[in-house]
C-alpha cells in the first residue's frame, strides 16, 4: 500500500520534498494511505541540512551532484526548475506541532555538525525515526565513528532503521556479519 505522506505528500509531482506539497497534502493525513509523513535529507558542500530527494540536480542545463554543491547553488538549481527546496529546519517548523509519525530518511550526511543537528533536533520528538539504506547508513555513519554515532543516538532515544523495514535498527545490524547480511534485502518474509 502506497503511504500518502511518502516525499511530504507530493511523491511523483514537481512538489515533491517541498513546503508547498506538505501543505497541499495536510488533509491526506485522514486518508486510510496515509502511514506517516516522510522526508529525504541531505547535507550541501557547505553544511546546510536541506530536504531534496535526488543525488543530483539540473543547474542551468548541467546535471550537478548537490553533495558537491553549496546551498545557494542549489537554491538556484531549485529556482531555474521552480522547485523551492527547503531547509531540515524548515520542515521541521512545519511538522512539529503535528501529531503524526514522521521518517527522516538520511540521503547523505558527511560532517559531524550535520549528525549532531539530527539528533539534537530528532531527540526532541517522540514519533519521529530516521531511515536509511545500508549503503547510505554506511556512508553517513562510517565504520570508524560509527561505535560513537550509535551512543549518541541511543542515548538520545532515536532509532535509525533500514529503509522498508522498520523493525531492522541499523546500527545493531552492522555489528555482525551475519545481522548485516540480514538487513541487506529490502524485503525479508515480513521483518
Do not use: C
Amino acid at each position: 500500500m502506497r503511504n500518502t505522506g511518502h516525499r511530504l505528500g507530493a511523491s511523483g509531482t514537481k512538489l515533491e520534498n517541498t513546503l508547498e506539497g506538505l501543505r497541499n497534502s495536510i488533509e491526506k493525513t485522514t486518508d486510510s494511505k496515509f502511514k506517516y509523513w516522510e522526508f529525504d535529507i541531505r547535507e550541501s558542500m557547505d553544511g546546510i541540512l536541506f530536504v531534496f530527494h535526488d543525488d543530483t540536480i539540473d543547474a542551468d542545463g548541467e546535471l550537478r551532484k548537490v553533495s558537491e554543491m553549496n546551498f545557494e547553488e542549489i537554491i538556484n538549481a531549485g529556482n531555474l526548475l521552480e522547485i523551492s527546496i527547503p531547509t531540515f529546519e524548515e520542515v521541521v517548523n512545519e511538522l512539529e506541532e503535528r501529531t503524526e509519525k514522521v521518517m527522516v530518511e538520511i540521503k547523505e550526511i558527511f560532517s559531524d555538525h550535520a549528525r549532531n543537528k539530527i539528533i539534537e533536533t530528532l531527540s526532541q520528538f517522540d514519533n519521529w525515526k530516521l531511515m536509511a539504506t545500508p549503503e547510505r547508513f554506511e556512508k553517513s555513519f562510517p565504520e570508524p565513528s560509527r561505535s560513537h554515532w550509535n551512543k549518541e543516538i541511543q542515548s538520545s532515544g532515536i532509532e535509525l532503521v533500514r529503509v522498508g523495514r522498520h523493525r531492522v535498527n541499523l546500527f545493531k545490524a552492522s555489528e555482525s556479519r551475519f545481522g548485516w547480511l540480514m538487513a541487506g534485502p529490502k524485503w525479508l518474509f515480513g521483518l
